[in-house]
DNA sequence: CTAATTGCAAATTGTTTGCATATTC
DNA sequence: GAATATGCAAACAATTTGCAATTAG
C-alpha cells in the first residue's frame, strides 16, 4: 500500500492482489500465471488489467521485469542478480553475483549511458541440475 | 559458405545473403529489418524465411540472439560482451566487458548449469549521450 | 466530482507452422 | 532421388488498445 501510494497509484484491490503474488520473495511470474492465480479470489480480474497493473509497477520501478523466449517474467526483487531460466523445468532461478563483482560496474560505458541492466541465464536450475546427475 | 557446410546446413542463396547483412563486423538486426534489406536484392524472399533461416543459424551456434522489448535481436559477434539499447535512437550498441570481468564466471553457480548468458542494458548510446549534453 | 482504473472485446506485433513447390547434395 | 529449404497464407502467442462503466481520492 505505502510503495503504490509513494508512486501516486491509486490502491485497488486488484493492484493489491497482484503485489500480494509477486512480493513473495523469490518469486518470478508470468502475466498469464498470475491471472490464472488471482481469477479463483477475484473472477472479475482480467488479463489485460494484470499487463495493465503489472506496466504501472514496473514503470515506478515497484517491481522489475525482464524477458525469456518472448514473454515476460515478473519480480520483486530489485538487487542487482541474473536470472537463470531453467530449460528443463521452466521455472527461473535468482543467481547471486558472485560477492566481488559488482554488476553495473563491470562494463566499459566510455560515456554511454545505462538506466537498466538485465541479466538472463538459460540452463539448469539446482534442482533439475542434481536430478539430472 | 564454410560456416554453413560445417554446420551440416544446405547452402543456400537466401542463406547466404542473410549472412551477408549479419556477418558485418557490430551490426545488430532484427529479421524485419534484413528482409526489408534483402527484398531489394532478392524480391522473392519471405520474412518466414529470414526467421527461418535464423533460427538454423542461432540454433547451429553461428549467430547469436538476444531479445529487447519483445522483439529478437540478431548478431554475429560471438564473443561475451553486453548489448545496450538505446532508448533514443533505437540502435543496439556492443558493450565490451572490462578486461577484469568474465562475466561467465560472474555468479554463484552452485550445482546450476549454465547454457547460455544474455546481457541487456537499456540507456543511451555513446552518440545520443553525447548529443543530449 | 474528477481523474484514474477496470473489464471487455477487438486489434496489433512478432513469430511460427503446414503444405506444395523448388533446390541442394 | 532423398532430404531439406523456400514461399506463401494462415495460425498463434503475448501484449496492447479503445472505450464505456466503475471506483479511489
Redesign the pocket.
Same mark, same amino acid.
Given at each position: 500500500m505505502e510503495l503504490?501510494?509513494k508512486s501516486g497509484?491509486?490502491?485497488?484491490?486488484?493492484?493489491l492482489s497482484v503485489m500480494n503474488v509477486i512480493m513473495e520473495a523469490g518469486e518470478h511470474f508470468?502475466?498469464?500465471e498470475v491471472y490464472r492465480k488471482l481469477k479463483k479470489s %477475484?473472477p472479475?480480474? $482480467?488479463?489485460?488489467?494484470v499487463?495493465?497493473?503489472?506496466?504501472?509497477l514496473t514503470d515506478n520501478g515497484i517491481i522489475n521485469s525482464f %524477458?525469456v523466449d518472448? $514473454?515476460?517474467w515478473f519480480e520483486s526483487n530489485l538487487d542487482a542478480h541474473a536470472n537463470l531460466f531453467c530449460e528443463k523445468c521452466g521455472t527461473i532461478e535468482d543467481v547471486s553475483l558472485s560477492e566481488n563483482s559488482n554488476l553495473l560496474e563491470q562494463f566499459s560505458l566510455d560515456g554511454r549511458k545505462v538506466r537498466s541492466a538485465s541479466l538472463v541465464l538459460k540452463g539448469l536450475c539446482t534442482k533439475c541440475s542434481r536430478n539430472s546427475r
Open positions: 503504490l501510494r497509484l491509486k490502491v485497488t484491490p486488484q493492484r508470468k502475466a498469464e %477475484e472479475s480480474i $482480467t488479463l489485460a488489467t499487463y495493465n497493473i503489472f506496466r504501472s %524477458e518472448g $514473454t515476460t
